[in-house]
């Protein structure tokens, strides 16, 4: 089993930054990748971005790409998202979720391609 905590979320002046941190702990050894996905009120979750833990590869949303960048800490088992130029269209809830499968970066914007999830944090983003 692995579990997920994601910290950093709060409220933000669009134009704005935060930076979204997940702990991963347990067996943590078998996965693959990681990645981030929002879910705003009425609407599907919808996938943010996904680092590899071998190797860093990377994959974005088109909406992210240039204001978004994750990166990995293998030592210390955490998966940041640092975000700038926020928008007021970025407010969701923020879920971390981790794959234990190996698969082309392709389908990880796919939320069932992931095993293990975070209970969330909230990001909101004043316009």
């Known amino acids: 089993q692995v579990q997920l905590v994601e910290s950093g979320g709060g409220l933000v002046q669009a134009g704005g930054s935060l930076r979204l941190s997940c702990a991963a702990s347990?067996?943590?050894?078998?996965?693959?990748?990681m990645g981030w996905f929002r879910q705003a009120p009425g609407q599907e979750r919808e996938f943010v971005a996904a680092?590899?833990?071998?190797?860093?590869?990377?994959y974005y949303a088109d909406s992210v790409k240039g204001r978004f960048t994750i990166s990995r800490d293998n030592a210390k088992n955490t998966v940041d998202l640092q975000m700038n130029s926020l928008k007021p269209e970025d407010t969701a809830v923020y879920y971390c979720?981790?794959?234990?499968?190996?698969?082309?970066?392709?389908?990880?914007?796919?939320?069932?391609?992931?095993?293990?999830w975070g209970q969330g944090t909230q990001v909101t983003v004043s316009s």
């Open positions: 979720a981790a794959d234990r499968t190996p698969r082309i970066m392709a389908v990880l914007n796919r939320a069932s391609s992931y095993d293990y």
């Open positions: 347990g067996r943590t050894f078998s996965l693959y990748s």
């Open positions: 680092i590899r833990w071998s190797g860093g590869s990377t």
